[in-house]
């Protein structure tokens, strides 16, 4: 039997041998993607320009992240012999590939006309490579070889008996990595609004948004942001989940992030400036938001009114500086209306200028006659008596209106702090008290 088989092969190589000189034939092998577990098949196709009667074959794979575990007859290869399989055809299976050996007909009785997309070959690799999750996939190639087999088996197209080596065009499988699932939230309140947004490392396919754990919101696809609007005053929790299915038959995965916001209808942020003569008068500008939510928002500082109020818009309101009412120091500064109310405490600081006593907020000649008649005239004492004390020498005599009148024009000293601006007593202990 053996004897009439090698007989069979010579005969057929000796009925078809010509002189083929050029490269006429081509095989190639196709690729795919999938995840780790899938089973992707790749094709083997020839393409030639010449009549083919046989071929062998071998095919290497990338062993660290394939695994072969399937391979049978292209669709060309199971009919090629009028209809039915090759009279030879031998497949070899190792961990590294396969090889593949074929004879169309013994007799020449079949063989492969000129033609492309040839489909000899089907082999199945089951991906076993992990890509890092939203990292970057793996190719795992696939590459014609002559190196399986013992002797090696070459990659050879038969045509007229002559071996000829085709053109090789090999694939990669990529490996596609799992999806990163996660989901950064950053919530906002406000006066009436909570303002909720959102990052994706992987697109979600929807986005529930509970608030104090009631659904109020089911978000399509590539949105980012939701407003919860018209809110009453106070605090919300709110719970976003991120909903996405890897695949028609997997069980979805679930993303979630917690956060809070307070609704205030009014907030007060800063005033400007933060220092003034107790005696009032100068311009005062404070920010904040939700001025504009009610028609009748006001400023108090230490509880009175600003003079000439003017709600700019809805962060800011401006106007004059009313006199204290309780003397020097920290005082609170509020914003209110009809929907809610903010305190600055402490924010704001009624001062006095050192050598300013006569009842106005300006340093000029009229206050060292004021302290001149205090002095020699019985004239009233100074409503704020430390303002009397010009020249840091803890006294309160002619040395002081004299001070006064020679920094006013003979370009003498500035009086001590607090001078030119309103503040207080860097040494209160020592001093003699300011209680306008």
Known sequence: MKFNYVLAL????????????????????????????EVIQSHMLLDSSVVVQGWSMGVCHDTDN?????????PTTAIINGGGAPDFNEMNIYPEGLTVGVVISFVGSAS???????GLLDIDYLLTGVAT??????????????????????????????????????????IIPPPDFCLDLVCQGGVSDSILSWSECT????????????????????????????????SYTYSLLGVVFPDPVSNPEVVSAICTTSIIPVTAEGVSPTVGHYLGGIAI???????????????????????DLVVVDDNTVTGLLPPSIS???????????????ATLPGAFTYGFIRGVVNGDSQLDIGDAMYLAYYLFSGGDAPACLEAGEVNGDALIDLADPIYIVTYLFRSGPMPLAPFPEAGLDPDQANGYGCNP
């Open 10 to 37: 010579f005969c057929l190589a000796m009925a078809m041998a010509t002189s083929i000189g050029a490269q006429e034939t081509a095989v190639s092998l196709t690729g795919g993607s999938g995840v780790t577990g």
């Open 66 to 74: 394939l695994e072969l575990t399937a391979a049978q007859d292209g």
């Open 112 to 118: 492969l006309d000129p033609g492309t997309g040839y």
């Open 133 to 174: 999750a939203g990292g970057l996939p793996i190719d795992a190639e696939v590459a014609f070889c002559g190196t399986l087999g013992s002797p090696a088996v070459d990659v050879v197209i038969v045509s007229g008996g002559a071996s000829l080596t085709p053109d090789q065009t090999n694939a990669n499988i990529q």
């Open 203 to 234: 697109p979600f396919d929807y986005v529930l948004v509970h608030r104090d754990g009631d659904l109020i919101a089911m978000l399509d696809p590539g949105v980012t942001e939701y407003v919860d609007a018209d809110l009453a005053p106070g």
């Open 285 to 307: 500008q404070v920010t904040g938001s939700g001025f504009l939510a009610a028609s009748d928002t006001e400023v108090t500082i230490d509880g009175v009114v600003l003079l």
């Open 327 to 341: 003397g020097i120091g920290a005082v609170d500064v509020r914003v209110a209306n009809s929907l809610g109310e």
